[in-house]
Protein backbone atom coordinates (compact mmCIF):
# COMPACT_ATOMS: atom_id res chain seq x y z
CA UNK A 1 0.00 0.00 0.00
CA UNK A 2 1.15 3.62 -1.00
CA UNK A 3 2.09 6.38 2.17
CA UNK A 4 -0.59 8.15 2.95
CA UNK A 5 -0.35 11.69 0.74
CA UNK A 6 -0.15 15.24 2.36
CA UNK A 7 1.01 18.07 1.36
CA UNK A 8 2.25 20.91 3.81
CA UNK A 9 -0.93 22.97 4.61
CA UNK A 10 -1.71 26.31 4.42
CA UNK A 11 -3.46 26.58 7.38
CA UNK A 12 -2.16 29.52 10.10
CA UNK A 13 -4.26 29.83 13.14
CA UNK A 14 -6.66 31.32 11.49
CA UNK A 15 -8.01 28.57 10.25
CA UNK A 16 -7.45 29.77 6.58
CA UNK A 17 -7.35 25.88 4.45
CA UNK A 18 -4.85 24.50 2.49
CA UNK A 19 -4.40 24.51 -1.01
CA UNK A 20 -1.75 23.39 -3.67
CA UNK A 21 -1.90 26.88 -5.68
CA UNK A 22 0.60 28.97 -3.67
CA UNK A 23 -1.06 31.59 -1.24
CA UNK A 24 -4.37 32.12 -0.38
CA UNK A 25 -6.56 35.16 -1.94
CA UNK A 26 -7.17 38.32 -0.48
CA UNK A 27 -10.18 38.76 0.11
CA UNK A 28 -13.21 39.50 -2.07
CA UNK A 29 -10.60 38.04 -4.99
CA UNK A 30 -12.43 35.18 -5.33
CA UNK A 31 -13.23 31.55 -3.80
CA UNK A 32 -10.81 29.64 -1.74
CA UNK A 33 -8.68 27.33 -3.45
CA UNK A 34 -9.48 23.81 -3.32
CA UNK A 35 -7.86 21.92 -0.06
CA UNK A 36 -5.73 18.94 -0.61
CA UNK A 37 -7.07 15.82 0.43
CA UNK A 38 -5.26 13.65 2.92
CA UNK A 39 -5.42 10.09 1.31
CA UNK A 40 -3.70 7.25 0.62
CA UNK A 41 -3.95 4.54 -1.85
CA UNK A 42 -4.48 0.21 -2.13
CA UNK A 43 -3.31 -1.78 -5.49
CA UNK A 44 -1.53 -0.45 -8.39
CA UNK A 45 -4.39 -1.31 -11.39
CA UNK A 46 -5.59 0.97 -13.86
CA UNK A 47 -9.08 1.17 -12.75
CA UNK A 48 -9.12 4.03 -10.45
CA UNK A 49 -11.69 3.90 -8.13
CA UNK A 50 -11.87 6.66 -4.89
CA UNK A 51 -13.72 5.10 -1.95
CA UNK A 52 -15.45 7.80 0.15
CA UNK A 53 -16.44 7.70 3.67
CA UNK A 54 -19.44 8.43 5.49
CA UNK A 55 -19.97 11.58 7.51
CA UNK A 56 -17.50 11.98 10.93
CA UNK A 57 -16.04 8.88 9.33
CA UNK A 58 -12.29 8.80 7.53
CA UNK A 59 -10.79 7.40 4.23
CA UNK A 60 -8.96 4.39 6.56
CA UNK A 61 -12.63 3.02 7.62
CA UNK A 62 -12.98 1.53 4.31
CA UNK A 63 -9.32 -0.05 4.04
CA UNK A 64 -11.10 -3.22 4.62
CA UNK A 65 -13.63 -3.01 1.76
CA UNK A 66 -10.60 -2.18 -0.54
CA UNK A 67 -8.65 -5.08 0.56
CA UNK A 68 -11.23 -7.38 0.12
CA UNK A 69 -12.52 -5.78 -3.74
CA UNK A 70 -8.97 -5.88 -4.50
CA UNK A 71 -8.14 -9.63 -3.58
CA UNK A 72 -11.00 -10.15 -6.21
CA UNK A 73 -10.09 -7.44 -8.62
CA UNK A 74 -6.71 -6.81 -9.12
CA UNK A 75 -7.39 -4.44 -11.93
CA UNK A 76 -8.03 -1.83 -9.44
CA UNK A 77 -5.85 0.82 -7.74
CA UNK A 78 -8.52 2.22 -4.72
CA UNK A 79 -8.00 6.28 -3.20
CA UNK A 80 -9.19 6.73 0.26
CA UNK A 81 -9.50 10.74 0.85
CA UNK A 82 -10.14 11.83 4.23
CA UNK A 83 -13.24 14.74 2.99
CA UNK A 84 -12.43 17.76 3.55
CA UNK A 85 -12.95 18.91 7.11
CA UNK A 86 -12.91 14.76 8.27
CA UNK A 87 -9.85 12.95 9.26
CA UNK A 88 -6.30 14.48 8.45
CA UNK A 89 -7.29 16.71 5.70
CA UNK A 90 -7.65 20.26 5.59
CA UNK A 91 -10.76 22.18 7.99
CA UNK A 92 -13.83 23.17 6.26
CA UNK A 93 -14.10 26.76 5.50
CA UNK A 94 -16.70 28.95 7.25
CA UNK A 95 -20.38 28.10 6.12
CA UNK A 96 -19.08 24.77 4.58
CA UNK A 97 -21.83 23.70 1.75
CA UNK A 98 -21.83 19.86 0.08
CA UNK A 99 -20.42 21.67 -3.14
CA UNK A 100 -17.28 22.85 -0.84
CA UNK A 101 -16.90 19.16 0.08
CA UNK A 102 -17.10 17.62 -3.62
CA UNK A 103 -14.94 20.45 -5.30
CA UNK A 104 -12.42 19.28 -3.19
CA UNK A 105 -12.59 15.83 -4.34
CA UNK A 106 -12.91 16.96 -7.41
CA UNK A 107 -9.63 18.92 -6.62
CA UNK A 108 -7.84 15.03 -6.26
CA UNK A 109 -9.53 13.22 -8.41
CA UNK A 110 -7.60 15.53 -11.19
CA UNK A 111 -4.39 14.28 -9.97
CA UNK A 112 -5.35 10.88 -11.79
CA UNK A 113 -5.88 9.44 -15.07
CA UNK A 114 -9.68 9.74 -15.19
CA UNK A 115 -12.71 9.35 -15.88
CA UNK A 116 -12.85 7.65 -12.09
CA UNK A 117 -15.61 5.63 -10.55
CA UNK A 118 -16.53 6.78 -7.11
CA UNK A 119 -18.11 4.74 -4.43
CA UNK A 120 -19.74 6.54 -1.68
CA UNK A 121 -20.53 5.02 1.93
CA UNK A 122 -23.55 7.43 3.61
CA UNK A 123 -22.46 10.93 3.19
CA UNK A 124 -19.94 9.80 1.03
CA UNK A 125 -22.45 8.89 -1.41
CA UNK A 126 -23.72 12.21 -1.34
CA UNK A 127 -20.51 14.14 -1.77
CA UNK A 128 -20.62 11.44 -5.10
CA UNK A 129 -23.46 12.74 -6.73
CA UNK A 130 -22.60 16.41 -5.93
CA UNK A 131 -19.19 15.89 -7.59
CA UNK A 132 -21.28 13.97 -10.61
CA UNK A 133 -23.48 17.21 -11.16
CA UNK A 134 -20.12 19.39 -11.33
CA UNK A 135 -18.04 17.25 -13.25
CA UNK A 136 -20.30 14.76 -15.07
CA UNK A 137 -17.01 14.10 -17.67
CA UNK A 138 -14.46 13.57 -14.80
CA UNK A 139 -16.84 10.84 -13.03
CA UNK A 140 -16.99 7.12 -14.95
CA UNK A 141 -19.74 5.54 -12.76
CA UNK A 142 -21.17 6.15 -9.30
CA UNK A 143 -21.63 3.74 -6.65
CA UNK A 144 -24.13 4.45 -3.17
CA UNK A 145 -23.54 2.47 -0.53
CA UNK A 146 -26.63 2.64 1.78
CA UNK A 147 -27.81 6.28 0.50
CA UNK A 148 -30.02 7.59 -1.54
CA UNK A 149 -30.36 11.14 -3.79
CA UNK A 150 -33.08 11.87 -1.55
CA UNK A 151 -32.44 14.73 1.37
CA UNK A 152 -31.69 13.31 4.88
CA UNK A 153 -34.93 13.27 6.96
CA UNK A 154 -34.97 15.13 10.32
CA UNK A 155 -35.28 12.25 12.20
CA UNK A 156 -32.02 10.83 10.39
CA UNK A 157 -29.63 9.49 13.66
CA UNK A 158 -26.99 11.17 12.20
CA UNK A 159 -28.67 14.26 13.72
CA UNK A 160 -29.07 12.85 17.11
CA UNK A 161 -25.24 12.13 16.95
CA UNK A 162 -24.31 15.55 15.75
CA UNK A 163 -25.93 16.74 19.05
CA UNK A 164 -24.36 14.58 21.53
CA UNK A 165 -20.95 15.18 19.73
CA UNK A 166 -21.32 18.91 20.09
CA UNK A 167 -22.15 18.54 23.99
CA UNK A 168 -19.48 16.21 24.32
CA UNK A 169 -16.43 17.64 26.51
CA UNK A 170 -13.85 19.37 24.47
CA UNK A 171 -11.36 17.78 25.85
CA UNK A 172 -10.35 14.18 27.99
CA UNK A 173 -7.82 12.94 30.10
CA UNK A 174 -8.27 9.37 28.29
CA UNK A 175 -10.02 7.99 25.49
CA UNK A 176 -11.55 5.65 28.23
CA UNK A 177 -13.06 8.76 29.93
CA UNK A 178 -14.73 9.85 27.08
CA UNK A 179 -16.02 6.61 26.32
CA UNK A 180 -17.63 6.36 29.08
CA UNK A 181 -18.99 9.95 28.58
CA UNK A 182 -21.01 8.58 25.32
CA UNK A 183 -21.50 5.63 26.56
CA UNK A 184 -23.55 6.81 30.10
CA UNK A 185 -25.74 8.72 27.53
CA UNK A 186 -26.91 5.52 25.86
CA UNK A 187 -24.44 5.82 22.28
CA UNK A 188 -23.72 2.10 20.67
CA UNK A 189 -20.28 1.04 22.06
CA UNK A 190 -19.53 0.53 17.98
CA UNK A 191 -20.10 4.63 17.53
CA UNK A 192 -18.21 5.88 20.39
CA UNK A 193 -15.30 3.92 19.36
CA UNK A 194 -16.32 5.53 15.76
CA UNK A 195 -16.11 8.86 16.79
CA UNK A 196 -13.12 8.06 19.08
CA UNK A 197 -11.49 7.86 16.03
CA UNK A 198 -11.69 11.69 15.74
CA UNK A 199 -9.36 12.45 18.70
CA UNK A 200 -5.37 13.24 19.07
CA UNK A 201 -3.14 14.07 21.97
CA UNK A 202 -2.24 17.44 22.58
CA UNK A 203 1.17 18.48 23.93
CA UNK A 204 -0.04 18.49 27.76
CA UNK A 205 -0.89 14.80 27.12
CA UNK A 206 -4.66 15.41 27.00
CA UNK A 207 -7.18 14.21 24.08
CA UNK A 208 -9.09 16.73 22.46
CA UNK A 209 -11.38 16.60 18.90
CA UNK A 210 -9.12 16.74 15.89
CA UNK A 211 -12.20 17.43 13.60
CA UNK A 212 -13.69 21.09 13.87
CA UNK A 213 -17.71 20.10 15.10
CA UNK A 214 -19.39 23.32 14.40
CA UNK A 215 -17.95 23.26 10.91
CA UNK A 216 -18.86 20.11 10.29
CA UNK A 217 -22.45 20.58 12.08
CA UNK A 218 -22.84 23.60 9.63
CA UNK A 219 -22.04 21.24 6.39
CA UNK A 220 -23.97 18.47 8.02
CA UNK A 221 -27.41 21.34 8.30
CA UNK A 222 -26.21 22.77 4.75
CA UNK A 223 -26.21 19.46 2.80
CA UNK A 224 -29.25 17.14 4.52
CA UNK A 225 -31.74 18.84 2.60
CA UNK A 226 -30.64 19.29 -1.02
CA UNK A 227 -32.00 17.04 -3.53
CA UNK A 228 -29.65 15.01 -6.24
CA UNK A 229 -32.22 13.29 -8.15
CA UNK A 230 -30.87 15.51 -10.67
CA UNK A 231 -27.42 13.31 -10.51
CA UNK A 232 -29.46 10.33 -11.44
CA UNK A 233 -32.44 11.37 -13.78
CA UNK A 234 -29.70 12.81 -16.14
CA UNK A 235 -29.65 11.61 -19.55
CA UNK A 236 -26.20 10.06 -19.25
CA UNK A 237 -25.99 9.62 -15.56
CA UNK A 238 -23.18 7.88 -14.03
CA UNK A 239 -24.91 6.39 -11.27
CA UNK A 240 -25.19 2.75 -12.07
CA UNK A 241 -25.45 0.85 -8.61
CA UNK A 242 -27.09 0.67 -5.10
CA UNK A 243 -26.23 -1.13 -2.27
CA UNK A 244 -28.22 -0.61 1.13
CA UNK A 245 -29.16 -2.64 3.52
CA UNK A 246 -32.31 -4.16 4.60
CA UNK A 247 -32.42 -3.04 8.36
CA UNK A 248 -31.24 0.12 7.31
CA UNK A 249 -33.71 3.47 6.78
CA UNK A 250 -31.71 5.46 4.51
CA UNK A 251 -32.60 3.76 0.92
CA UNK A 252 -36.28 3.76 1.30
CA UNK A 253 -38.69 1.39 -0.63
CA UNK A 254 -39.63 4.51 -2.61
CA UNK A 255 -36.16 5.70 -3.13
CA UNK A 256 -35.32 1.65 -4.46
CA UNK A 257 -38.13 1.98 -7.01
CA UNK A 258 -37.68 5.35 -8.49
CA UNK A 259 -33.65 4.24 -8.71
CA UNK A 260 -34.49 1.36 -10.28
CA UNK A 261 -36.81 2.70 -12.48
CA UNK A 262 -33.60 5.30 -13.67
CA UNK A 263 -31.53 1.93 -14.58
CA UNK A 264 -29.89 2.04 -11.46
CA UNK A 265 -29.25 -1.35 -10.19
CA UNK A 266 -30.45 -1.68 -6.47
CA UNK A 267 -29.35 -4.59 -4.31
CA UNK A 268 -30.11 -5.31 -0.99
CA UNK A 269 -28.27 -6.93 1.69
CA UNK A 270 -30.93 -9.05 3.88
CA UNK A 271 -29.96 -8.50 7.64
CA UNK A 272 -27.66 -5.53 7.22
CA UNK A 273 -27.71 -2.42 8.61
CA UNK A 274 -25.78 0.83 7.25
CA UNK A 275 -22.60 0.16 8.08
CA UNK A 276 -22.32 -2.36 4.89
CA UNK A 277 -18.71 -2.72 4.58
CA UNK A 278 -18.69 -3.34 8.09
CA UNK A 279 -21.71 -5.73 8.84
CA UNK A 280 -21.75 -7.72 5.30
CA UNK A 281 -18.41 -7.26 3.99
CA UNK A 282 -18.50 -10.35 1.93
CA UNK A 283 -21.55 -9.80 0.80
CA UNK A 284 -20.80 -6.56 -0.34
CA UNK A 285 -17.73 -7.49 -2.26
CA UNK A 286 -19.40 -10.30 -3.81
CA UNK A 287 -22.33 -7.69 -5.42
CA UNK A 288 -19.30 -5.39 -6.13
CA UNK A 289 -17.40 -7.62 -7.50
CA UNK A 290 -19.74 -9.67 -9.75
CA UNK A 291 -21.36 -9.38 -13.10
CA UNK A 292 -22.43 -5.70 -12.91
CA UNK A 293 -20.74 -4.59 -9.99
CA UNK A 294 -20.27 -1.04 -10.21
CA UNK A 295 -21.45 -1.09 -14.33
CA UNK A 296 -25.08 -1.56 -14.32
CA UNK A 297 -25.30 -4.46 -16.40
CA UNK A 298 -27.14 -6.82 -14.04
CA UNK A 299 -26.10 -10.16 -13.24
CA UNK A 300 -27.04 -12.92 -11.06
CA UNK A 301 -26.87 -11.90 -7.03
CA UNK A 302 -24.92 -13.08 -4.69
CA UNK A 303 -26.13 -14.82 -2.23
CA UNK A 304 -27.56 -12.60 0.88
CA UNK A 305 -28.55 -10.27 -1.77
CA UNK A 306 -31.69 -9.62 -3.53
CA UNK A 307 -32.43 -6.99 -6.59
CA UNK A 308 -35.14 -4.61 -6.42
CA UNK A 309 -38.18 -6.24 -8.18
CA UNK A 310 -36.20 -9.71 -7.94
Known sequence: MAAPHTRPSAAGSDG?????QGALPAQGEGPLPSAVLHHQEKGTGRRTTFLLHGFLGQGRNLLRLATAWLACDGTRRFVL?????????????PQPTLETVARDLLALVHGYEGPVEVVGHSFGGRVALQAALLEPETIAAVTLLDISPSPVPEHARTHALMRLLLEA???APSKEAMRAWFLERGLPRHLA????????????????????????DALHRASN?????????????RVKLCVRGSKSPFVSDADARRLAACGVRV???EGAGHFLHVEA????????????????????EAPGARAVGG
Open 267 to 269: VTL
Open 225 to 237: PIDLWAAVEAPAS
Open 16 to 20: ARASG
Open 169 to 171: PAS
Open 193 to 216: EWLLMNLQRTASGELCWRIDRARL
Open 81 to 93: PDLTGHGHSPPLP
Open 281 to 300: LDALVAVLCGPGGGDGDGGK
